[in-house]
């Protein structure tokens, strides 16, 4: 069972009074508690069950400008005094920062918690192991399906608790149901696998079983015998499940710390256009029972919506208290990064997509790290299939796709697909002019 | 004797009891109980960002029958919380019966010594020398702009209890040492990362000065980069600089040698062993016993001692990497390559140090014999897809060989290639064996381990190289 708040706040409460007695001036805590418990399934089989239970506390004690920080995982209340007075006097040693303080009080959420974001569905093992055998069972029903990967099926449930010295105390409960299966697929000595998985805060709103499996399985099967294609320029069109990647390297690229240091190749591109003017990107904490939805961050602040891109111009970044300061920013409750980020729908429909030229490369899959957002490369691994007459044509694998973020960027165009099946969400993406490394 | 229940209200006899009674029906399995210390203390932007110190203690209650693991983890290590993950196993497990095997290898061999490389160290002096390392880094030229560098201390004790009373212990201290360093001339930036680090004290990678070669070392590659061109596209030969590039290696091959992949029949080696598939002067093994490197262990996650494992022989497939679940479920035994990242974690067959031997030819032979192609001695980090075997890496430090001669060095390269297949297009193995300095984490199924590296220069014949010039 999930720990409910007042057992959470008598710990934070005892961190703060403690911190405050030995000479801290000031002091955040957050109290965390989660429970989890997982199936995974091979073959249709169970492999195996896990229950995960964590509870943990992370501190930070300022004196002054002072500051230091220490989690654990251990509250027996003997360990706890112990780590609270080491973390005090860690702080008193730590040098001064002028910028060291907790957030600005005006800023911290205040209101309702009415986004939905706590199923109380409890799902037994068993209903789990069902869910998954089934999605298996009908990726098997496909010829060269021929193995599985495992698959499974987690339920989570946490509760935190975050406070600090100048008045700041809430939190709330959160789920996950998470379903995935991943198949290997198998013809003429050619093995691949693919997977499909899907993540929400309430089991209800999870792909059925069979839509899992059969979407595993469909693209196991689309990347057989693969052939490896010559070195060229080429129009290229990002899955889905790709195109959030550009999302994730462009929230890094616009944090604050970024911004603050120079250490990113957009430093000096705020209020500048840096996409085609189709282009609108926005972060929205506040959207019901969303992966990314939060209502403050880790400092309490308010986490307002936000419009980062607007006809293609860079309108607002992902703002800290500390970072913040540095650039004369007030914090918009970002201090753990961005919450529900995406591209709004583009104009095309994804058939003109497919159909924008007579080649086209559709990728669904990339290895290796790609962004460097300091100075904008972008270079991956990839695989996918070849789109020529705005039919799909063959698979391609063993390739690598590389170009700029800065011209990546001039050159998106969306299509109209926009779904909120995680966190960061994209619609099908068509970049112009990429440079393709193969034969 | 425990010392990691000793501040719990579980006695080592009654744990012993409750463990006697959940897996005395099952395969396998055991009680691992951990308690890590964490520490880091970071320089940012010519400040001391903060000094973080974590404490995480707790158990994994592991049952194994057949092929099925139940596996239950708490960080509350009480006599209750233990009875409630012993219902939990049985009950996932109740329609199975299995037959429990005591034996485990014991072992006296020591490859670190019992430090803890936090307290060894006062904060004031590693706040001291970060901030040394970060005036002397500023001060070699005025295109340094940005510099980070760090510590990261830890100091891991685990015991692990198995049915029939034994209990197998270790204490893994752990440390890394990080500069990372931005430069700037006439508007361009690169950055770059040096790091060092392995199972001793601080004081061991940082005394006589080596600090400062640290700082050298970053500021040497930051600034060979802001002389990069856009790197080429297309298949050519490639020269791997010795040490650190072995993580092809460990991508290319290490993780398809693992056992589960094999016993699960998705590895793409999982029917070659006997057979054909590196050239003839490629020898791999993997290695748990090199005194304070990074990937060394005394006993691994389940208890087995750890060993040097040979993987591939004169280019013959001789063994897999096993945990004792896939080495039974194989037919065979574990090779002590049973690892997880902590209690929170199920033990999977990882990686120790993977190394490829020395053959007979020079670097320099290898950069002579190619008309064109490129010469990578640093990587940022690698991925492979198991079942298809593609693997990629990108390169942080590349240059082109043009007839025979290192050119111009290369910006951002992505190295693409095909597992099996690539170290069969292996044309020359390096007399000049290098570890990597200590800083590799390996990541699977969401669990990072410590690892090692190392390898001589090699010579393939062909790889893609990803980059922006046709």
Not at chain 1, 22 to 43: I, K, P, W, Y
Not at chain 1, 374 to 387: C, E, K, Q
Not at chain 2, 140 to 146: A, F, G, I, L, P
Not at chain 2, 367 to 377: H, Q
Request: hydrophobic share 30%; glycine share 8%; with cysteine.
């Amino acid at each position: 069972m999930i720990k409910e708040k007042d057992y959470l706040n008598n710990i934070a409460e005892q961190c703060l009074s403690k911190s405050n007695k030995l000479g801290s001036t000031d002091a955040s805590v957050m109290v965390m508690h989660s429970v989890s418990e997982d199936v995974s399934v091979r073959n249709r089989k169970l492999d195996g069950s896990t229950r995960s239970e964590n509870l943990g506390i992370t501190l930070t004690t300022y004196i002054g400008k002072k500051k230091s920080t220490i989690s654990s995982s251990d509250l027996n209340t003997k360990n706890l005094d112990g780590l609270i007075n080491r973390c005090v006097e860690s702080t008193k040693i730590t040098p001064e920062d002028d910028l060291n303080s907790l957030a600005d009080k005006e800023l911290y959420f205040k209101g309702d918690k009415d986004l939905d974001l706590y199923d109380e569905t409890v799902l037994e093992n068993k209903k789990k192991i069902e869910y998954i055998n089934e999605a298996e069972e009908e990726a098997f029903s496909r010829k060269d399906i021929v193995n599985t990967n495992g698959s499974g099926f987690s339920q989570n449930k946490s509760n935190f608790i975050l406070a600090n010295s100048s008045g700041f105390s809430d939190g709330y409960k959160t789920s996950h149901f998470t379903a995935y299966c991943e198949v290997v697929s198998k013809n003429n000595g050619s093995m691949e696998r693919d997977y499909e998985y899907s993540s929400k805060r309430f089991f209800n709103d999870i792909l059925k079983p069979k839509q899992l499996g059969s979407k595993a399985a469909e693209l196991a099967l689309k990347k057989l015998n693969p052939k490896k294609i010559k070195s060229e320029k080429l129009n290229i069109i990002f899955d889905k499940r790709i195109a959030k990647g550009f999302l994730s390297s462009f929230s890094s690229a616009i944090s604050s710390s970024a911004f603050a240091k120079g250490t990113t190749f957009l430093k000096d591109k705020l209020n500048k256009k840096i996409f085609g003017d189709k282009i609108n990107i926005q972060d929205k904490a506040d959207i019901k029972k969303a992966n990314g939805s939060r209502y403050f961050d880790v400092e309490g602040v308010k986490t307002n919506p936000l419009d980062l891109v607007k006809d293609g111009a860079l309108n607002d970044l992902l703002i800290d208290t500390y970072n913040g300061k540095k650039i004369k920013k007030k914090s918009n409750g970002r201090a753990n990064g961005s919450s529900n980020l995406y591209f709004l729908n583009g104009d095309l429909s994804f058939e003109e997509l497919l159909n924008s030229n007579k080649k086209l490369l559709y990728i669904t899959e990339t290895i290796g790290r790609g962004s460097n957002i300091i100075t904008g490369d972008f270079s991956v691994g990839a695989s996918g299939l070849m789109v020529e007459n705005g039919e799909f044509s063959y698979p391609v694998s063993e390739i690598t796709i590389a170009g700029n973020l800065n011209n990546i960027y001039k050159n998106i165009s969306l299509a109209n697909d926009l779904e909120f099946n995680y966190s960061t969400n994209s619609p099908t993406m068509l970049v112009e002019g990429m440079i393709v490394g193969g034969k | 004797m425990s010392d990691l229940l000793k501040n719990s209200n579980l006695s080592l006899y009654t744990a012993d009891k409750i463990v006697s009674d959940t897996l005395h029906d099952c395969d396998d399995g055991e009680l691992y109980i951990e308690d890590t210390k964490f520490e880091t203390v970071t320089l940012d932007d010519n400040k001391i960002k903060s000094s973080e110190y974590s404490i995480d203690s707790g158990y994994g209650f592991r049952a194994i029958t057949d092929d099925v693991i139940a596996y239950s983890h708490s960080n509350e290590i009480s006599e209750e919380s233990l009875k409630k993950s012993s219902e939990n196993l049985k009950s996932t497990l109740k329609s199975k019966k299995g037959t429990y095997n005591s034996e485990i290898k014991k072992t006296n061999q020591k490859f670190y010594n019992d430090i803890d490389p936090i307290e060894t160290k006062s904060l004031n002096a590693k706040i001291e020398l970060l901030n040394l390392m970060n005036e002397y880094s500023r001060s070699k030229d005025q295109s340094v702009k940005q510099v980070s560098a760090s510590f990261l201390g830890e100091k891991k004790n685990v015991e692990i209890l198995r049915l029939g009373g034994e209990l197998l212990k270790d204490s893994r201290p752990l440390v890394r040492i990080n500069i990372s360093m931005m430069v700037e001339k006439n508007g361009r930036k690169e950055t770059a990362v040096y790091g060092v680090g392995g199972r001793q004290s601080y004081d061991e990678y940082l005394k006589d000065g080596s600090w400062k070669k640290l700082c050298d070392e970053a500021f040497r590659i930051a600034t060979t980069n802001l002389k990069s061109k856009p790197s080429p596209a297309g298949e050519m030969k490639v020269v791997l600089g010795p040490g650190w590039p072995a993580i092809l290696i460990h991508e290319a091959i290490g993780h398809g040698l693992e056992g589960d992949f094999n016993r699960k029949k998705t590895s793409v080696f999982h029917n070659l062993v006997g057979r054909r598939v590196a050239s003839e002067g490629v020898t791999i093994i993997d290695d748990g016993t090199i005194d304070n490197r990074r990937g060394s262990l005394n006993i691994d996650d389940e208890g087995t001692p750890t060993e040097k494992t040979v993987l591939i022989e004169k280019g013959i497939l001789k063994n897999f990497m096993q945990d004792r679940l896939n080495a039974r479920l194989m037919n065979t035994k574990s090779t002590g390559n049973g690892r997880r990242e902590n209690y929170k974690h199920i033990v999977l067959p990882r990686m120790r140090n993977t190394i490829m031997l020395n053959g007979t030819h020079t670097q320099e032979e290898m950069i002579n014999s190619v008309t064109k192609g490129i010469f990578a001695v640093s990587f940022g980090g690698g991925q492979v897809d198991i079942t298809s075997g593609k693997f990629v890496f990108n390169c942080t430090e590349a240059y082109e060989i043009v007839n025979g001669k290192i050119g111009a060095p290369l910006k951002g390269a992505t190295l693409i290639g095909d597992g099996p297949s690539s170290l069969k297009e292996v044309l020359m193995v390096g007399n000049d064996m290098m570890l990597d300095p200590g800083i590799g984490t390996c990541g699977k199924s969401g669990q990072g381990v410590p690892v090692g590296v190392g390898q001589p220069s090699l010579l393939i014949d062909n790889m893609t190289v990803g980059g922006t010039q046709l």
